[in-house]
């Protein structure tokens, strides 16, 4: 079965500093990998996503996530933290003989220092 | 085009009492899951719907059942509820098939057990 570990359950970054939240996962093959974001009493917004091909994606808002089978980790980056990013991310992955569940880490709360 | 309606956003019940909530998919989508969120046990998986089928479920006991209909959407019951199952529920919506898609999310339904 897959799981998921996001090992930072909260994160503070002066607003304009660079960001890397981490993801680690456990599956036996080469899974598919989310990020996502929510606000408070909101729904999840997809980053971005990662399925095959180019190890490096591109997501919405500036995000970026590499995914690295090696190290069995596919970590969030930004260069520049606005202060509308602080939310609480999740990282999730799914399989195919799982149709489409998908398994949540536990979530990072970024919170952004002006 | 419109995204994941998820009806009522809000919801207070009383113990032993039931309770149906409803999701509505993006147009086109086959597959709607259900998620519940809560601070403690953070985001699970309850259940998968794909063409009215039930293709994969969690680990909820089974007064959590759902359904989905011709159209798409779904519903998902809880019967005999208990102060534990206060939590905000999620649906996704997805394509559906095997090889990969990306699921979005409604904003929830906010349900509380008192």
């Known amino acids: 079965a897959q799981s998921v570990t996001q090992p930072d359950i909260h994160i503070t970054v002066s607003e304009g500093a660079s960001l890397e939240l981490r993801c680690n996962y456990s599956y036996g093959a080469t899974p598919y990998l989310f990020w996502y974001v929510q606000s408070p009493g909101q729904g999840l917004q997809l980053l971005l996503k990662?399925?095959?091909?180019?190890?490096l994606v591109q997501g919405i808002k500036g995000f970026e996530a590499e995914f690295k089978r090696s190290q069995s980790s596919f970590n969030l980056r930004k260069p520049s933290v606005h202060w509308s990013d602080a939310a609480e991310y999740f990282c999730?992955?799914?399989?195919?003989?799982?149709?489409?569940?998908?398994?949540f880490g536990a979530g990072t709360i970024l919170r952004v220092k002006s | 085009k419109a995204g994941v309606t998820q009806t009522p956003r809000y919801l207070i019940k009383t113990r032993g009492q039931q309770v149906t909530l409803s999701c509505s998919p993006i147009s086109g989508h086959r597959s709607v899951s259900w998620y519940q969120q809560t601070p403690g046990q953070g985001l699970q998986f309850l259940f998968e719907?794909?063409?009215?089928?039930?293709?994969n479920k969690g680990n909820f006991p089974g007064r959590f059942s759902g359904r989905q209909f011709s159209n798409s959407r779904s519903e998902m019951n809880v019967s005999t509820l208990e102060l534990g199952d206060s939590a905000l529920y999620l649906c996704a919506s997805s394509l559906g098939g095997l090889e990969g898609t990306e699921a979005f999310f409604g904003q929830g339904t906010r349900l509380t057990v008192v």
């Open positions: 719907y794909f063409s009215e089928t039930q293709r």
């Open positions: 999730a992955v799914g399989a195919p003989e799982y149709g489409n569940k998908l398994v």
């Open positions: 990662y399925f095959s091909g180019d190890t």
